[in-house]
């Protein structure tokens, strides 16, 4: 039983949102402590929507970046207080300057995610001002000290924290990443069963669409580095974290890599066990990502049983066992030895994960934010057009909260303004994702009523309930970026029971639950009718996009073989942004499968084109994770040619996709495999010649299901 508790102590304690729910229960049960030691308890409820706004501000920074945040919020959370007092002469001036901070405060977004977070939390607090104030200029002024103040005392707390414990987010992300790498590996090791009668079509898919998730955590893990790298040398804990990071991209790279088509492979071995052992390893490899996931959550150190050094001693001696003068085909055997290699190589860059940091010259890391006004402007520029998601949204919104205003005011609702809250809450740039927030805000709304209704009866003491009002705000605060329903229903049971202590509960239940279905309506019908933001109308950009990210990797693995191998930026930003692009496809095609039928494309074409695009990219990490193993040397006039083949081939397709006219499709698939496949050049072929032609067999396949690709037209409504 004590194992148990210590168990699920350990486990709470390292979950991702323990340090920030911290944080949030100092910051609030302070705000409660001095509140009750003053008697200011008429005060507490606008202190604490004032801390509420500052915690939707909050970005995963160092403690410098943090203050120059928290300083840039308060600086916004003025201007829009000063808005909400100018406007109260007038319900009508009110809504357009709310309609107009949405607006304008959404396109801050393209800025980046530290003003993608100042910018919700700024209009949160618009309505949390014109909540208070009750349209009263004079009540307007009087609170405007509380919500400053308790966002500004939320925003040192979150300093203090962030300059004491700078990286537990850091180990939680890389944690993420390592546990996503196990899956993917076990997804990967069901490609490898030599077995007929399996669904290899859909196993592929599944594998293409979780890469997505890996990229995402990559780039997560990126930016919570980057953040907290200074001008000096990184601390010995934080080189750890990089160099954890580097392993991870070149994991990925190793076990996303492809070097013959799975289907060959298992009808060339169907008679050998040497898929099963290759299938093993994965399988090995991927449970000890999983190990080092915890070991890097819990901050201490993996287990090593060595289970997975059996394991590639059997599978080489199972590839060493396979007769090359047997009937089995040349090129298949040296596809699965070259796949051998690449295994024994990954099973390598785990054993060295957990290792000592890298020297400092390989730390470099690209910094995607911007670094002057100018380049903050053009990206707001950049997406001043209605072919943006991020400008077709911010219309949405304020359409939406201008529409939600109005049914506030023809109701007479003295609660209306969660109708507003409601629809700032839900409303997403996808119309898939503001679905699926719908249901979560519903669920947690129910949820959180119960709860709240249950505490008020079983404890009916003022401070008992003022403690439960901290913790529901410490839970709404610390599950708010990992589970919406959990937030939804902890901010729910805040709300109720903050009217419960001003003596406001009389009718509020029914008043939230209608006011969350009115707010909810509005924003799935905006989602529907106002400048839909279909899938269809980005996936042939996005295919585009992904085929000139494959071109230009392409381009760095050529130099590398050229040149030697160099894990430097400008080869990891080009590896980066092939996986980018792919799992921008990915998620794209995801959203669009939960979108209407009559908004999407060619489902199958698509479903198509991302398997045959993925393959190709796994045909270019083998290259990537290949380097190196050879000296640098001149390319021959066979291997040029099919790279420029492939280059041409990848850049020609993507300007099609771009251009938006009808792709032809090809007159007969094989014939760029054919070109450069003849029994002379068999005989001299290296893995690069041997990968590049079979990238350049997937050409034909692609433009093939490119040229079935329509976007949807540019309406305002289905």
């Known amino acids: ?126 309505i949390y001002t014109a909540l208070s104030a009750q349209g009263d200029r004079a009540q307007a002024v009087l609170v405007a000290p509380y919500l400053l103040g308790g966002a500004a005392w ?23 990443l390592y546990s996503l790498l196990g899956e993917y590996l076990r997804l990967k090791a069901q490609l490898f069963e030599p077995v007929g009668d399996i669904d290899m079509s859909r196993r592929r898919l599944d594998l293409a669409l979780h890469n997505g998730r890996v990229v995402d955590a990559l780039n997560a893990a ?26 991870a991209q070149d994991i990925h790279e190793r076990v996303s890599s492809s070097h013959e088509s799975y289907v060959l492979l298992a009808k060339v071995f169907a008679r050998s066990d040497a898929l099963y052992r290759c299938e093993r390893v994965l399988c090995v490899l991927g449970e000890q990502a999983h190990k080092y996931a915890l070991a890097i959550r819990e901050d201490t150190s ?74 903050a402007w053009s990206r707001i520029r950049a997406q001043l057009n209605l072919r943006s998601a991020l400008m077709r949204h911010a219309v949405r919104l304020a359409l939406s909260l201008l529409v939600a205003f109005g049914v506030m005011r023809r109701t007479q609702d003295p609660h209306g303004f969660w109708i507003l809250l409601t629809v700032v809450f839900v409303s997403q740039p996808q119309y898939s994702a503001t679905l699926q927030r719908l249901g979560q805000r519903a669920l947690g709304t129910v949820v959180g009523l119960g709860v709240g209704w249950a505490l008020i009866r079983l404890f009916p003491g003022a401070l ?35 009217f419960h202590q001003m003596g406001m509960s009389q009718g ?49 693995i050529l130099l590398q073989y050229q040149q030697g191998k160099q894990d430097h930026l400008a080869y990891r930003v080009a590896r980066r942004d092939a996986h980018n692009a792919d799992a921008a496809l990915s998620n794209a095609y995801s959203a669009m499968a939960n979108e209407p039928a009559h908004a999407q494309l060619d489902m199958v074409a698509c479903g198509r084109f991302l398997l045959q695009s993925h ?65 002379e050049s068999r005989q001299v072929q290296n893995l690069l010649l041997v990968q590049l032609q079979l990238a350049n067999r997937l050409l034909p396949v692609l433009r093939q299901q490119a040229a079935l690709l329509r976007p949807a037209p540019l309406t305002t409504h289905p």
């Open 1 to 126: 039983m004590n194992d148990s508790w210590l168990a699920n102590l350990q486990w709470t304690r390292n979950h991702e949102g323990f340090m920030r729910g911290a944080q949030a229960l100092l910051a609030l049960s302070t705000v409660l402590a001095v509140g009750w030691a003053y008697d200011w308890q008429d005060e507490l409820m606008t202190v604490l929507l004032g801390v509420l706004a500052s915690a939707f501000t909050e970005t995963d920074d160092n403690w410098g970046k943090r203050l120059r945040t928290q300083l840039i919020s308060l600086c916004v959370f003025s201007l829009v207080m000063g808005a909400v007092w100018a406007t109260l002469v007038s319900p009508v001036l009110l809504a357009l300057a709310l309609a107009a901070s949405a607006f304008f405060l959404t396109m801050l977004g393209a800025v980046g995610e530290r003003y993608r977070a100042i910018a919700f939390g700024a209009l949160v607090l618009f």
């Open 154 to 176: 939320y925003g040192l707390v979150s300093l203090l924290w962030a300059a004491a414990w700078p990286m537990p987010t850091v180990r939680h992300r890389l944690s993420t």
């Open 222 to 247: 990126k930016e919570s580095l980057f953040t907290r790298l200074g001008s000096g040398t990184p601390s010995a804990r934080l080189q750890q974290s990089i160099h954890q990071y580097l392993a």
């Open 302 to 375: 993996p287990r090593h049983t060595g289970t997975t050094a059996r394991a590639i001693e059997e599978m080489q001696a199972g590839i060493r066992h396979l007769d090359p003068n047997s009937s089995l085909a040349d090129r298949p055997l040296r596809a699965l030895r070259a796949l051998g290699d690449n295994l024994t190589a990954l099973a390598s860059v785990f054993a060295g994960a957990m290792s000592g940091p890298v020297d400092a010259p390989t730390l470099a890391l690209l910094d995607r934010q911007p670094q002057t006004l100018g380049e």
């Open 464 to 498: 008992l309930q003022a403690a439960c009002t901290v913790l529901a705000g410490t839970l709404f605060i610390g599950t708010r970026q990992t589970d919406p329903r959990v937030s939804s229903a902890a901010v729910t049971t805040l709300v109720l029971l903050s």
């Open 508 to 556: 509020v239940i029914p008043a939230r639950l209608l006011d969350t279905a009115l707010g909810s309506a509005i924003a799935a019908l905006a989602a529907w009718l106002i400048l839909p933001n279909w899938q269809a109308r980005h996936w042939p950009r996005l295919a585009a996009q992904t085929l000139k990210s494959q071109a230009g990797y392409l381009r760095e």
């Open 615 to 679: 393959m190709l990219l796994s045909y270019l990490s083998a290259l990537g994770a290949h380097r190196g193993e050879a000296q640098a040397e001149a390319l021959d006039s066979t291997t040029l040619q099919a790279a420029q083949e492939l280059l041409q081939g990848l850049e020609g397709l993507a300007q099609a996709l771009d251009a938006g006219g009808p792709i032809a499709a090809p007159e007969a698939a094989g014939d760029s495999a054919a070109s450069t496949t003849t029994p």
